[in-house]
């Protein structure tokens, strides 16, 4: 016990005064979620504001020829400007993409609609283009609007109600809850969690294998009176510490970074205060000890620092599959899904977000399978810790 | 006092050791002669229980390094060839890690790191991180890491490689003094001349084999060469290649 204490706290003061792992541990893996986050939210909120709010700018050819529609576009936020000289003109530059959308109004257009004939307009776009689309389908809603409310017209002219224009009334009912919204885009939080615990500790897990075989210090280390198990055990609890801080760091960045984010105006209001930090650190705090062994693992195998990092890498990666690919199937927790570590502690998160009544079971099963999946990874580290190859 | 007794190893296909036996006595240098890749190093590192024998065995002060391995570690203090520092840690931060492991106690810990750092003549940099130190002082500080727990039996592979002059003549003067303080040390090199200067006996190692056991005069004497040089070429030459 005093052996792996010792080599605990010199891991821990090692790797403490390393900039590169500390960058990593203290820096890089807490804040990578948060930023990343910021941005797809920032994104996401411009993208939701397109339609009625922002203003656009509408290039028109033959304004002249429908001022009523004109004035329709303007009240629904589209300012008309003049359009290029002539159709061929407008095609060239929509194609070049240096123009997104052109409406082409022809000069019968007013004697068509005068007759009650359909009249007609030219949308000239390219829908591949998917900036260039959202502008168009903008257009082409406006433009709609302004048939149906020209038809309605002409049917009051007639004495008859525009109700007949509508057999069909779908009235979208929404039974999502605010937090429940929250959840679909917040559920890549539980990924940005394991991604910073695991980063946390990822150079102890190099340093402390491979990177101590490559300096040439393991073999008077094993050349020491201790045993192997306790080496190792000492170096995977040091690797555990950094994990531990790098995810608490994690939650506490995103507590305040959420604060800062406009998330009401998407409709959603996680449930992510000081309670469920402290509860979806201790949902995570088992998978410290799983992470751990597993680089610890990896990076025993590997030859040097660069192949660690290579193989590490990876690792960094396979947690998000299981979440990937429930997210994919969009499956609700099972009590199978809670002996899958990673994906039981996104599944519980996602319930603890989503402000659901928590499972018990669920997170006892959650709890106790992941602590037995990274016992078994230990023991496998200090049995391989005990082979001669070890050396290399 | 260190018996090897007819070690074997093979790495894969490569014979490393066939049939290595010699003594170490305690109050004696023992120097292992060899040329690169005669086997120095892996008889080393069976002696220091890193790695284990195919065959054969060794006791260490009686303790068998195969069945008793901590036992045996307990009673070595041992400098590895390459031995690496822990770059962040300063030379006497790394000095006390060696020595917590190797379970002194804690109050003596502070008092047995100065002692060795006054007696290798390392408390210029002592406090200072051991990144970027020299060979010469890494191979110091490695030196006192190995021996701050005070063991009776040293084992040294290559200790002298990549040192200058004075640092070759300190570390002289550092296994002369272990010798009178009655300890075990056993070296390997593949400088003749150095050899020759401190070793009481040599055991000169060619192709996985013992080729000579003996002292530099009765070496000189069963060669039937004068010079050291010549005695140790026809001694490699007297193992053959099998």
Redesign the interface.
């Known amino acids: 016990m005093?052996?792996l204490l010792?080599?605990f706290r010199?891991e821990v003061?090692?790797?403490f005064?390393?900039r590169r792992t500390l960058a990593s541990a203290l820096l890089m893996g807490p804040l990578f979620g948060p930023l990343l986050f910021a941005f797809i939210i920032n994104l996401s909120i411009e993208r939701s504001l397109d339609d009625l709010e922002r203003s656009m700018e509408l290039q028109v050819i033959g304004q002249e020829n429908a001022p009523n529609l004109m004035r329709y576009l303007r009240s629904h936020n589209i300012e008309v400007v003049a359009g290029p000289a002539d159709r061929a003109a407008a095609i060239a530059s929509v194609t070049s993409g240096d123009i997104d959308v052109v409406v082409l109004v022809p000069e019968v257009f007013g004697e068509q609609l005068a007759a009650a004939t359909p009249a007609k307009i030219e949308l000239i776009s390219d829908r591949a283009n998917t900036q260039a689309e959202r502008d168009a389908r903008r257009v082409r809603n406006a433009l709609q609007g302004y048939s149906q409310q020209l038809a309605a017209m002409r049917l009051v002219a007639r004495g008859v109600s525009p109700t007949v224009l509508r057999p069909i009334n779908v009235d979208d009912v929404d039974v999502s809850t605010p937090s429940g919204r929250s959840a679909m885009l917040l559920g890549m939080m539980s990924y940005f969690f394991i991604f910073a615990l695991l980063m946390g500790g990822m150079y102890l897990a190099i340093d402390t294998t491979a990177g101590?075989r490559e300096?040439?210090?393991l073999?008077?280390?094993?050349?020491?009176?201790?045993?192997r198990d306790q080496l190792m055990l000492g170096k995977i609890s040091a690797t555990c510490v950094f994990m531990a801080v790098s995810l608490l760091l994690s939650l506490c960045s995103f507590f305040v970074a959420l604060k800062f984010m406009p998330l009401q105006q998407l409709g959603m209001t996680p449930n992510f205060g000081p309670t469920v930090v402290v509860a979806a650190f201790f949902v995570l705090l088992p998978f410290v000890l799983l992470g751990a062994s597993l680089m610890t693992l990896v990076a025993s195998f590997t030859k040097s620092y660069k192949e660690a990092q290579t193989w590490l890498s990876i690792v960094l990666i396979a947690p998000t599959l299981p979440i990937l690919i429930v997210s994919i199937l969009t499956l609700r927790p099972q009590v199978e899904f809670m002996f899958i570590p990673s994906l039981s502690q996104h599944l519980i998160l996602v319930d603890m977000i989503k402000n659901e009544p928590v499972n018990l079971l669920h997170v006892a099963i959650s709890v106790l399978s992941t602590l037995a999946v990274g016992a078994a990874l230990t023991w496998i580290c200090a049995r391989l810790y005990r082979r001669?190859g070890l050396?290399g | 006092m260190i018996v090897v007794n007819d070690i074997h190893k093979s790495f894969g296909k490569v014979r490393a050791v066939r049939g290595v036996s010699f003594d170490a006595p305690d109050g004696k240098i023992t120097g292992l002669l060899g040329p690169n890749g005669a086997g120095k190093s892996t008889t080393l590192?069976v002696l220091?229980?890193?790695?284990?024998p195919d065959e054969g065995g060794a006791t260490i002060d009686g303790n068998d390094v195969v069945t008793n391995s901590?036992?045996a570690?307990?009673c070595?203090g041992?400098?590895?060839h390459?031995?690496?520092?822990?770059?962040?840690?300063t030379a006497r931060?790394n000095i006390a890690?060696?020595a917590?492991?190797?379970?002194l106690d804690k109050n003596d810990i502070e008092e047995r790191v100065a002692g060795i750092v006054e007696l290798l003549d390392i408390g210029d940099f002592a406090n200072r991180?051991c990144k970027g130190f020299s060979q010469g002082q890494r191979t110091k500080v490695?030196l006192a890491?190995?021996l701050v727990h005070n063991p009776q039996n040293i084992i040294l592979d290559e200790p002298s490689n990549g040192l200058d002059v004075m640092a070759t003549r300190s570390l002289r003067e550092l296994i002369l003094k272990l010798k009178d303080a009655g300890r075990c040390v056993l070296f390997s090199s593949h400088v003749m001349q150095e050899v020759a200067a401190l070793c009481d006996d040599i055991v000169i190692i060619a192709n996985g084999k013992v080729a000579i056991e003996d002292s530099a005069d009765g070496i000189r004497e069963r060669t039937d060469c004068d010079d050291l040089e010549d005695a140790f070429v026809r001694a490699i030459d007297m193992v053959g290649d099998d």
């Open positions: 005093r052996t010792t080599v010199k003061v090692d790797n005064r390393d101590e300096r040439g210090s073999e008077p280390l094993l050349s020491l009176p201790v045993t001669e050396l | 590192r220091y229980t890193v790695l284990q901590l036992e570690r307990q070595i041992a400098l590895p390459g031995a690496g520092l822990y770059p962040h840690l931060e890690y060696y917590r492991l190797c379970g991180r490695s890491r190995a």
